[in-house]
């Protein structure tokens, strides 16, 4: 198990050396970064994978809470991404066959690393120049803008905005949304819908009552940012 996470981290890596631009300082990160979380995330924290979140600009406070949960036995489950990586990466056992332990073992065994590692890594990626939006469907893109900024009263979902920020540059403890992968921001919304993102009683209730293409539109707007 071990063994193939390693090697899967180590050929999505060298699968990002070959097409990725690194910034010119990448050689200033600290080596978890680059041998490790780079593999996922990039050393710039601008990865192009979809369904990987985007760690250029994210607040290092939020980004350490949210390892720590991810460290926690009964940590937050971890996403079909997760494995959807690991067969990207060439590894032979599917999502079926695997049980909840071993995907909390496999999240677990990602993001193990002692604190001040973690703290040094997350330092970095805050440090980095936030992403670039990048565009879609301008109608969606039109249509979760209203939401980001005005909620949908209607049904009780309240502004995005007013927590992270009118430019979603994060806030407080409401984090950067600006850029981020829109798979990933969608997702991420079916969680907290579902309850499986625990520490996030805010979002629990934001997603109550935000239908999916509610939530397609708002990601769509916050990745064009
Ligand atoms: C094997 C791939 C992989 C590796 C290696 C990896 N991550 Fe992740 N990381 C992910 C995935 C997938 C998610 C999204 C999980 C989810 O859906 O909750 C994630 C989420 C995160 C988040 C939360 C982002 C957010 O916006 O909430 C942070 C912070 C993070 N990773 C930091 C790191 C750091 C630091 C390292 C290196 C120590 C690392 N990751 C290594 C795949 C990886
Ligand atoms: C009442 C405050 C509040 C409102 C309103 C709010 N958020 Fe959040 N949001 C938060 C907080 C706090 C977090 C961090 C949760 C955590 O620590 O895991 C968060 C996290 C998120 C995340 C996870 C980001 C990541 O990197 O994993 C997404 C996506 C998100 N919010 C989208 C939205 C959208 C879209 C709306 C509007 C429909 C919205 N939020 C409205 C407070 C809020």
């Known amino acids: 198990m071990h063994k193939s996470l390693i090697q899967a981290a180590t050929i999505a890596a060298l699968l990002m050396l070959s097409s990725n631009a690194w910034g010119q300082k990448s050689w200033d990160a600290p080596k978890l970064v680059t041998s490790y979380c780079a593999g996922c995330h990039g050393v710039d924290g601008n990865t192009s994978l979809p369904y990987f979140p985007k760690l250029a600009g994210l607040d ?30 060439g ?25 001040e590692q973690l703290k040094g890594a997350v330092a970095w990626y805050a440090a980095q120049t936030p992403p670039k939006g990048h565009s879609s469907n301008k109608a969606l893109i039109v249509r979760g803008q209203h ?15 007013t927590c992270h920020g009118p430019d979603a540059a994060g806030k407080g403890t409401a984090p950067r949304l600006a850029g981020q ?33 509610q939530a397609r539109a708002a990601a769509a707007y916050l990745q064009s940012r």
């Not at 939020?62 to 991404?81: H, I, L, N, S, W």
């Not at 819908?193 to 209730?205: C, K, L, V």
Request: hydrophobic share 40%.
């Open 91 to 115: 590894s032979k056992k599917g999502a079926q066959n695997v049980t909840r332990e071993e995907r909390m073992n496999m999240e677990g065994v990602a993001h193990a690393e002692t604190p």
């Open 147 to 161: 939401i980001f900024v005005n909620g949908v009263p209607e049904q009780k979902v309240l502004a995005c905005a």
């Open 181 to 213: 992968n829109a798979e990933y921001l969608v997702d991420q919304l079916e969680k907290f819908s579902r309850g499986d993102r625990r520490h996030a009683p805010e979002m629990t209730m934001v997603t109550r009552d935000l239908d999916p293409d």
């Open 60 to 89: 290092a406070a939020y980004a350490e809470k949210k390892m720590t949960a991810f460290r926690e036995p009964d940590g937050p489950p971890v996403d079909e991404a997760f494995w959807w990586a690991l067969k990207v990466a």
